[in-house]
C-alpha cells in the first residue's frame, strides 16, 4: 500500500510519456537532419582567407565545409575578389574561371602602376649591378643570391633576355 507510514515511496519525477515523444522528435529531427544534410548538393564557395582568399567545398550553405586541397589560401587583394566571399559554385573550375579575369586585371593595374618606377629603378640599378657583380667575382660573401635577383629583374624590367653572370 503506497502512502503506509515508515515507508519510502519513490516517485519519479520524469512524466515517461512526455520523455518517450521528447525522444521521437528528436530522432525525426536527427533523420530529418541527416536526410537535408546529404540532399543538399555540396558546391564551392570562398571565404575570406589571412589577407586572400579560400576556396572550400561545403553543404548547408557553408556551415559544412572544408578547404579545397591546392586553393585553401589564394594571395589576391583585389577588392572585386572579395564580393566573390560565400558565392556558390557548381564546379571549383567554375569558381575559379570566375576569379582568375578578376585577379588578372588586378595584377595588370598593379603593375602598370609601379612600372614607371620600376624603370626608374632599374636605371640606377645599372650602375649599381656591375659593383655587385665584381664583388660576387672576387669571392666577397653574401652577393650571390643578390646578383642572380637583381640580374633576373631587371631582364623582367628592361625586356631583355636574362643570362646569368658567369662569374
Given amino acids: 500500500m503506497q502512502g503506509a507510514s515508515g515507508q519510502r515511496v519513490v516517485v519519479s519525477g520524469i512524466n515517461r510519456s512526455l520523455l518517450f515523444k521528447g525522444a521521437v522528435t528528436l530522432a525525426v529531427i536527427l533523420v530529418v537532419g541527416s536526410l537535408l544534410l546529404f540532399a543538399t548538393p555540396s558546391h564551392y564557395y570562398f571565404r575570406a582567407e589571412r589577407g586572400g582568399l579560400g576556396l572550400c567545398k561545403g553543404r548547408l550553405w557553408g556551415l559544412l565545409g572544408s578547404a579545397v586541397p591546392g586553393y585553401g589560401f589564394i ?12 558565392k556558390p559554385f557548381a564546379s571549383h573550375e567554375e569558381a575559379l574561371n570566375t576569379l582568375r579575369p578578376i585577379v588578372e586585371q588586378a595584377a595588370r593595374e598593379g603593375v602598370a602602376v609601379v612600372a ?10 645599372q650602375t649599381v649591378l656591375p659593383n655587385l657583380q665584381g664583388a660576387k667575382l672576387l ?29
Avoid at 76 to 83: G, K
Fill in 75 to 86: 594571395p589576391v587583394s583585389a577588392d572585386a575578389a572579395r564580393s566573390l566571399v560565400g
Fill in 116 to 125: 614607371s618606377r620600376e624603370k626608374e629603378l632599374a636605371r640606377l640599378y
Fill in 139 to 167: 669571392g666577397i660573401q653574401g652577393y650571390d643570391a643578390r646578383v642572380e635577383a637583381l640580374e633576373k629583374w631587371m631582364a623582367v624590367v628592361t625586356g631583355q633576355p636574362h643570362t646569368p653572370s658567369g662569374y
